[in-house]
C-alpha cells in the first residue's frame, strides 16, 4: 500500500484569503489570476524553496475538468511530480480551480454588473477629485 501525503493543513491555511480574494473578483482575468495566485502559494508552502513556482506554471482552464492545467515543466520536476501523483495535491487545487471557475463562469454571465462597479468607482472617484479629495 502507497502512503498518500496530505495537505489539508496547507489550504486551510490559504483558503479564508482565496475565498475572498475571489469573492472581490471584478473580472474573469482577476478569478483566473487569483487562482494561479492561490495555486502558487500553496505550492511555495509545500514546496518550501525546492522549487521556483512561475506565474505560468498553472493556469485556470474554462473547458475540460479539471478547470486547471498544470505545466509541462513543473510535471518534468521529479520533486514535484514525486509529491504531486502520491498526495492530495490534485484535489485540492481541483477545489480552488472549481470555485474559481464557479466565479469566473458567474463574472461570465454577467459583466454588466462588473462593468457598472468600476464605471461607478470611476466616477466617485472624479467626483471625489472635483471636490479637493485626493
Known amino acids: ?7 489539508t493543513k496547507y489550504e486551510r491555511k490559504i483558503l479564508p484569503n482565496f475565498r ?4 472581490k473578483a471584478e473580472s474573469t482575468e482577476d478569478a483566473k ?3 494561479v ?4 502559494e500553496l505550492f511555495e508552502n509545500i514546496f518550501e524553496e525546492k522549487i521556483d513556482f512561475e506565474y505560468e506554471d498553472i493556469s485556470l482552464m474554462q473547458t475540460g475538468d479539471p478547470h486547471y492545467k498544470v505545466s509541462k515543466r513543473l510535471l518534468s520536476l521529479e520533486d514535484f ?14 477545489h480552488l ?3 474559481a471557475m464557479h466565479r469566473y463562469k458567474h463574472l461570465q454571465k454577467y459583466p454588466e454588473k462588473t462593468e457598472a462597479k468600476i464605471k461607478g ?6 467626483a471625489a ?6
Request: overall charge positive; aromatic content about 12%; charged content about 20%.
Open 20 to 23: 475572498q480574494m475571489i469573492s
Open 81 to 94: 511530480t514525486s509529491v504531486w501523483n502520491d498526495s492530495d495535491l490534485p484535489v485540492i487545487i481541483g
Open 33 to 35: 489570476k487569483f487562482f
Open 97 to 99: 480551480a472549481e470555485s
Open 121 to 126: 468607482r470611476i466616477g466617485r472617484s472624479a
Open 129 to 134: 477629485k472635483s471636490r479637493g479629495f485626493k
Open 1 to 7: 500500500m502507497i502512503k498518500q501525503l496530505s495537505f
Open 37 to 40: 495566485y492561490t495555486a502558487i
